[in-house]
């Protein structure tokens, strides 16, 4: 069973440097389960900053998961 769902706000970069890393207008989809990873917001509110997102696909865009201690084929949305 799954939590509670409850809204984080994750900020990224730009427009084109997005694209940069593969993440283009249609490569998120509305309903899609991902795995993000982000650096948390010091006065503990629900937010941060992006380190990596994991797409439903297995494809990491952003920091590659290993380079920050992760490994990435235990980190795919399922």
Known sequence: ML???ERWDV????RSALASIGIRA???????K???AFHP???GRHGGSLVFV?????VAHGAKP????F??????PH
């Open 11 to 14: 900020e990224a970069i730009s």
């Open 54 to 58: 994991i797409t439903p696909d297995g």
């Open 71 to 76: 490994d990435a084929s235990s980190l795919k």
């Open 41 to 43: 917001l010091r006065d």
């Open 3 to 5: 939590g509670a769902v």
């Open 26 to 32: 249609d490569t998120l989809k509305p309903g899609d």
């Open 66 to 69: 290993a380079d920050v201690g």
């Open 34 to 36: 991902l795995t993000v």
